[in-house]
């Protein structure tokens, strides 16, 4: 806050949610009067549901230090538990939130299970560990046929009402980020830095290092099942790939993009990232539609080479750090 | 039983081509603690290059072998020298040297399936040689088997000697010890990496080729999961040990085969990665990996 206006916090919590909610206003008038094609609107409404999930990640993996590349497991998983619950309930709001907080905290609690044993282990044999269950989490999905036939296995899901209207997944977005910028602010979110930082430091310290890895491991995996939830009440489709590894490498590429340990990178890389992806495809001539991967690829490769702490380096924004405080808390931040 | 011996057969033949595999991932892994996800994709490259040797080009396939081996020799280091080094060279954090190799690997997938490539289709592969079966003990047993097992016992033999006989090999050992000490006693840090690269590409060409024997067919995608499973493989028996590696490729043919057998074909993909699971979690540094407290 070395140069900030002075304000107060009630103002700018104020002065924020008024933006917000601008912004959402100029969006849904855009997107009514057709100035926002429907195509670029979908677009738009995936940048979103995939902005959450990457909170999530960068939650684990950005704040935590937690290695996972099985992010897109969670994703699935909240994905086919909402489509499931409003596929055979019915499609009326009570089952649509229903939905997606089955999802939501069925996605976190599958992640607390599975964080119980593998979070002892560190870096890449995490990061190989998580792999390995967003794997074996696919080819149950592939399967899923078996456990209950509305699931549809390696055929594919359909028939999930399209429920999920823009401003659903606007202000669930809002959401996610302002509970993600709370947590990291809070006392636990301090303590998950901290094992990042340093994971016997911390110990030493008097963390229960477990403790918090569990909880912002289940944590941002809930949001990863909310983002799925999402994903599953606008695009009527589910398929297992959902849980593939490629998919889990998106997120994973938004988060280390955005720069380790910025909210606000991840936010940014995750609506830039998609809407590069569309415009890769709708600027390609017919003939060079092969070329999209290709391009991508050397987009990523030449993006990672250039800027290998990620584009925004762990900057972050205003309105994402810290609230301004009076007297010796303040002190403290600004020698921080 | 002749059917479990069988299976035992399938199931060796699987593992000696992923253990090829494996040695690239646990090489590369050892000397810059790099995943290098492109591997799979060099095996793929190798597989085609080889097969395309024994078809277009009317090699002998032995031929073919040696000329994948060395085309993919200079492929991984080219990958090395253009993606990986300037990374390190700026000294920039592990996890931007992982996406890179993931780039990588999906810009060679890509890459291949362009139709002036290698095309994006499945090819269907007429094999150099006819398919023998033996009898043995009521089971049977081909040629390939035989192949695939003798060219990678060969194969494991000359790497072995090669580290632990030779000068480059004693270069590599010493660089993955302490890659700072190494510099500083004159060895060349880049070039042995360049080594390493060098021949754990190789020898995915040869297992791509071999791989092919076994199961006749090509397409640019085929290395996803192999590559996997050999890097899964790998971390089973304790990454950066080569007997560990040839151990954990073998453990997950084994495993993958007589799952399908005897449980379920619905769930062969999975059952690798449970078992590195659970392993993991009694033996953190793998089946024959050193444990120790991980540097901070």
Known sequence: MRKGISLSNTHRVILVAAAVTGLFVVLQALRSSGIITLYWSQVLDLSLIMTIAAVGLSLIYGFAGQFSLGHAAFYAIGAYTAGYITKTYGGTIVTFVAALLAGALLAGLIGYLIGLPILRLRSDYLGIATLGFGIIAKVVLDNSDKISPVLGGAQGMLGVPRLATFAWIYWLAVLAIVLARNFILSSHGRACIAVREDEVAADIMGIDTTHFKLLIFALGCALGGLAGGLYAHVYPFLSPSLADFLKSFDFLLIVVLGGLGSLTGSVVTAIGWTFLLEWLRKVLPQDFLDWRGVIYALVLIVLMIARPQGLLGGKELRLLRPARSTGKEGSRHASA | ?296
């Open chain 2, 1 to 296: 039983m002749s059917q479990l011996l069988e299976q035992l057969f399938n199931g060796f033949q699987l593992g000696f081509v992923y253990a090829l595999i494996a040695l690239g991932y646990t090489m590369v892994y050892g000397i810059i603690r790099l995943i290098n996800f492109a591997h799979g994709d060099v095996f793929m490259v190798g597989a085609y290059i080889g097969v395309f040797g024994f078809t277009l080009w009317g090699l002998p396939w032995p031929v073919a072998i040696l000329v994948a081996m060395a085309a993919c020799a200079v492929l991984g280091v080219t990958i090395e020298r253009l993606a990986y080094r300037p990374l390190r060279h700026k000294g920039a954090q592990p996890i931007a040297a992982l996406i890179t190799a993931i780039g990588v690997s999906l810009f060679l997938e890509y890459f291949c399936s362009l139709k002036f490539v290698f095309g994006p289709d499945y090819r269907v592969v007429r094999l150099p040689f006819e398919v023998q079966r033996w009898s043995l003990g009521g089971a049977s047993i081909t040629n390939v088997q035989l192949l695939i097992v003798g060219v990678v016992i060969v194969l494991i033999l000359a790497l072995q000697y090669l580290i632990q006989r030779t000068k480059v090999g004693k270069a590599m050992r010493a660089v993955a010890q302490d890659p700072d000490a190494a510099r500083l006693m004159g060895i060349n840090v880049d070039r042995v990496i360049a080594y390493t690269f060098a021949i754990g590409s190789a020898l995915a060409a040869a297992a791509g080729v071999l791989f092919v024997f076994a199961y006749p067919q090509l397409r640019p995608f085929m290395g996803i999961m192999p590559g996997l499973k050999a890097f899964t493989a790998a971390v089973l028996g304790g990454i950066g040990s080569i007997p560990g590696a040839v151990l954990g490729a073998l453990i997950m043919g084994q495993a993958e085969v007589l799952t399908a057998a005897y449980i379920t074909t619905d769930f062969k993909d999975a059952v690798a990665f449970a078992i590195l699971i659970l392993v993991l979690l009694v033996r953190p540094a793998g089946l024959l990996g050193r444990s120790g407290p991980e540097k901070v």
